[in-house]
């Protein structure tokens, strides 16, 4: 389980989430082109919503939290990582 002290400060970053998208759903993107078009959709780097689950699910075994559904149909990495990112900031 997720000591609560590592949570402290915690943020999903572009870097992280070209990783979990390469590995959880072999989407290949390079996080300066992630950032750089972050308010693009998804399905525009190829990833689905199966994709997007697999990355929902390794982040809340990650950190221990629970994310809110609403994270899980999140259109683009920008709107995905500030749902996240708040959820985290905000975990007990």
Known sequence: ??????????????EELSA?????????????DLRARAEE?????????L???????ELEKKHGVGLPEQV???KTPAEFLAQVNA?????V
């Open 1 to 14: 389980m997720t000591d609560m002290t590592e949570r402290v400060g915690t943020q999903v970053t572009f």
């Open 20 to 32: 979990l998208m390469k590995r959880t759903a072999g989407v290949h993107v390079e996080p300066p």
């Open 41 to 49: 959709g998804f399905d525009g780097f190829g990833l689905d919503s």
């Open 51 to 57: 994709g997007l689950l697999g990355i929902v699910a």
């Open 87 to 91: 959820t985290l900031r905000t975990a």
């Open 72 to 74: 899980e149909r999140c």
